[in-house]
């Protein structure tokens, strides 16, 4: 089977063609699922098995996902040969594969399936148990709506740090930000433009850090970069950067622009600190200076 995906500035649809029966190279069966990465009951494994699974709000769906922007029938997966294939029902918000809207496509190993505010991603392997715990690993340390570190990995990595810190007397700096105004984006575009919003910024961020930076999103609209054996000038110098950036950046969702800047407070390490979260509070109340003087600016 091979598959071509083709492009319009809406849909992506997929045109297939199966080889024959019998011939020859034909890639034998192997277990398909969708994981949970973002949403409610992150981690849920979904099988995919011979019969169609239907995704959406209602409750006989076999994938209920009781939200008010996924549609009562959203989206079906069937299996096909050797290949499993999405295809939109006709869902009012649509059915989006890697952040492409599409009506019909063949998923392979990896792919991100949003439905709603759910994200799921596709496995398809021959060992399903160690690839499935292999994701549920990196769920640990990932944030799954925007691929930036979460939480729970920012804590520890800020411990590490300031241990080392203090263990070599080498500095090192936090950068804390967050997106001016996000509840009035939500407001206005809605919650699925809110969280297209979220995506293309943990996207853009990933470009912009060094190697050893660590960016995480540590709440909602609330991002943090842990910037080792860099003072504070150095930071302050990477917080206007990605401020700039930020600014500068088109985010779009269906086709429509919104515009978004980001405020940021930066702090250095000092030895005389006890706790790595006082740090955390020192660069806050930069990050909420830089908002109550007028948002889109750097604090330090």
């Known amino acids: 089977m091979e598959d071509e995906r083709t492009t319009n500035p809406n849909k992506t649809v997929v045109t297939v063609i199966t080889k024959s029966p019998g011939a020859g190279g034909e890639e034998g069966p192997r277990e398909g699922c969708l994981v949970v990465i973002y949403g409610e009951d992150l981690g849920r494994r979904v099988p995919l098995g011979q019969e169609p699974c239907i995704l959406g709000r209602s409750s006989k769906c076999d994938v209920q996902l009781d939200q008010e922007s996924v549609s009562r029938n959203h989206a079906r997966i069937r299996r096909q040969r050797t290949h499993y294939v999405i295809s939109d029902l006709g869902s009012t918000n649509g059915t989006y594969v890697n952040d492409e809207l599409v009506d019909e496509v063949v998923l392979r190993d990896g792919d991100q399936v949003k439905v ?53 007397s080498r500095t090192f700096s936090l950068v804390l930000f967050d997106i001016d105004r996000f509840k009035d984006i939500n407001d206005t575009f809605g919650h699925l433009a809110g969280d297209s919003v979220l995506r293309q910024l943990g996207a853009l961020v990933r470009t912009r850090v060094r190697r050893d930076d660590i960016p995480a999103r540590t709440g909602g609209e609330e991002f943090s970069v842990i910037v080792p054996e860099v003072a504070r000038e150095g930071a302050m110098n990477l917080a206007e950067k990605l401020r700039a950036s930020i600014e500068a950046a088109v985010f779009k969702f269906e086709g429509t622009q919104i515009p978004v800047t980001i405020s940021l407070g930066v702090a250095e390490w000092d030895p005389k600190l006890q706790d790595p979260q006082d740090l955390v509070r020192r660069a806050d109340e930069l990050l909420y200076e830089a908002k109550r003087t007028g948002r889109n600016r750097v604090c330090g």
């Open 116 to 168: 709603g505010r759910t994200i799921f991603k596709f496995i398809v392997s021959g060992n399903m148990e160690a690839q499935y715990h292999e994701e549920i690993y990196r769920l640990m340390t990932v944030d799954g709506l925007t691929e930036l570190h979460n939480k729970r990995y920012f804590n520890e990595a800020l411990e590490r740090e300031a241990s080392r810190s203090q263990r070599y």
